[in-house]
């Protein structure tokens, strides 16, 4: 597959490149916890189940139930359906499509009128004061048209989830990292649960509620990530679409099962970093927390050009006889057809500014991946290489670290922000004496305590005697994704009204970094900032040694990182 041609000017322009706002909370007790977290920018876990939730049989005058102020986005949608804004750029929650009293309805092959009505809450700008990502506060009262589209009716929208019994990424993890990552079906159950109940009570679905249903698939995602399991993968789609009749699915994990989905008219919700012009002709079928793998790429290849090149320069952050010899970069990355499109969209724009990187890729699978890591480390120690660029799955480094000390190789090593590997619980798998020469960027903010973070937050307002899985922020902020869609889309839900509505929503900073959507955008998060690893500091996450700290309160865009040396402290050995 040819790489597709880079649209996006890849040459910084020396700026902080900041153009959002982060919303100030609604009141002092909600900031504290919801704006101080953090949100891997990963799919959401795929051994989870949910039950049905029970839905109200008609449609019903939706309220907020807080009624404290909050600056933001306002909203206003009359009878002819037109929305209203304030400062010109506020989200439109009745998004096209979404219609007052004069809007038509396409359900079960004829045409009904929609005499529901949508207006601006009246003192309330925000529908979750306090929450960052919180769509615009509106109002909704009378009918909602019923059957708007695949998996919609009057009072549900049908949400699927598919299991796959092969190992996961999770469960290698809790394996590496004992019980602290293990989450048992019991525990995502109850998660699940409780995180339903708070997104179909406390945003505004305009009479429905989210149902989702759990099934055991065909497919195995570990094949499907490799590109393979193709048939499976395409008759778990056909299941979804044809008998369990679902709007979107949030376990749309590998490229097979999502493009799949995408064929049957199902949203999707959780690809794993696809390239820009994947998401674009999945349109609008394909959203997710795992970063667009175009922008990703060009995130850190800016980050590098304009920190670490040109070559030649100290490696300053390498260890052992590698410390402050000239640069030579080496960039790492899976070996699945999509992902290597993104690897060369990186080289491109590394040797479009002269600084030159040789590309390694290695095979997504578990069995095999200590054989591999010792196989490449081995071969880079070899050819010189004092700086990998590591676009790499959260377990590939933890076999890669292990065998740097252990073959007396320490390059820089630099981690891109995402698939979990810029989270403290993650890095601190890692072995400490190569990680210890580890920078990079990451959109989330700083790290709190497990206890503090926006999932677990929401778990607890409905279930404040229980504990949630450990995932609890992964499976929120995907579920929160979906929610916010619903939302802006307004009563008359089809997927063309998700699109718009997620298009409408004002972008905003909160824990996972700056969410927005645009035609070019259909995953999240949009900027990121400098951290660095230190051994030494205890993580508030999980009060253990090990944790990434930034090096200022800056946060850039791609095109906005300014020139100069990563501000980093420089690694004693």
């Known amino acids: 597959m040819a790489a597709p041609t880079i649209e996006k000017d890849p040459a910084p322009p020396g700026g902080n490149g900041t153009s959002y706002v982060s919303r100030p909370p609604g009141n002092a007790t909600a900031a504290r916890r919801l704006l101080r977290g953090y949100g891997p920018a990963v799919a959401i876990a795929a051994i989870i189940a949910l039950i049905a939730v029970l839905v109200p049989s ?160 065909q497919g195995s995602l570990s094949a499907e990530l490799q590109g393979n399991g193709q048939a499976q993968a395409q008759a778990d789609a056909v299941s979804v679409g044809k008998q369990t009749n679902a709007f979107g699915d949030m376990t749309a994990e590998s490229e097979p099962y999502a493009t799949a989905l995408q064929q049957q008219q199902v949203m999707g919700f959780g690809d794993p970093y696809m390239p820009g012009y994947w998401h674009n002709s999945h349109a609008p079928y394909d959203w997710s927390l795992a970063t667009d793998g175009t922008d990703l790429a060009t995130d850190v290849a800016n980050y590098a050009v304009q920190k670490l090149c040109p070559p030649g320069t100290p490696a300053a952050y390498a260890g052992g006889n590698l410390k402050n010899a000239p640069r030579k970069f080496a960039g790492i990355a899976p070996a699945n057809e999509l992902y290597q499109v993104s690897a060369t969209v990186f080289k491109q724009i590394m040797e479009a500014h002269g600084c030159a990187v040789d590309n390694y890729s290695y095979t997504l699978d578990l069995g095999t991946e200590s054989q591999q890591a010792q196989n490449l480390i081995s071969k880079l120690k070899t050819q010189g290489y004092t700086t990998i660029l590591c676009g790499c799955d959260p377990i590939f480094p933890v076999y890669m670290t292990g065998q740097e000390s252990s073959q007396s190789y320490l390059p820089e090593f630099v981690e891109i922000g995402a698939a979990l590997v810029d989270q403290d619980y993650v890095g601190q798998l890692y072995n400490q004496q190569a990680y210890a020469h580890a920078i990079g960027i990451s959109p989330n903010q700083p790290t709190v305590p497990y206890t503090q973070t926006i999932g677990y937050e929401a778990y607890k307002q409905i279930d404040p005697n229980g504990e949630p899985a450990f995932f609890v922020d992964i499976i929120y902020l995907q579920m929160d994704m979906l929610a916010l869609g619903i939302q802006m889309a307004g009563p008359h839900l089809t997927p063309a009204t998700f699109q718009q509505g997620m298009f409408n929503f004002k972008p905003a900073l909160g824990p996972a970094g700056l969410w927005g959507w645009n035609q070019n955008q259909y995953t999240i998060p949009n900027d990121f900032r400098e951290v660095c690893w230190s051994p030494s500091t205890v993580s508030a996450n999980n009060q253990k040694p090990g944790a990434y700290v930034g090096t200022s309160n800056q946060r850039w865009t791609q095109n906005g990182i300014p020139k100069g040396p990563p501000g980093c402290p420089i690694p004693s050995s």
């Not at 209203?84 to 359900?107: F, H, K, L, R, V």
């Open 58 to 217: 008609k449609a019903q005058k939706v309220v907020s139930g807080s009624n404290a102020g909050s600056s933001g986005n306002e909203i206003g949608v009359g009878d002819n359906g037109a929305a209203g804004s304030s400062g010109g750029q506020a989200a439109s929650a009745a998004a096209a499509g979404a219609a007052g009293t004069q809007g038509q309805a396409g359900t079960a092959g004829k045409t009904v009128t929609l005499p529901g009505h949508t207006t601006a809450c009246t003192g309330q700008a925000l529908q979750i004061p306090g929450d960052p990502y919180s769509p615009p506060c509106i109002l909704f009262s009378g009918d909602n048209g019923g059957a708007t589209s695949k998996g919609v009716t009057g009072n549900s929208i049908t949400i699927a989830v598919r299991l796959t019994a092969d190992q996961s990424f999770q469960q290698t993890l809790a394996k590496l990292a004992g019980a602290q990552l293990r989450d048992t079906n019991d525990d995502n159950v109850r998660t699940i649960k409780a995180l339903a109940q708070y997104f179909n009570t406390h945003f505004n679905f305009y009479g429905r509620k989210i149902n989702i249903v759990t099934y055991t698939g």
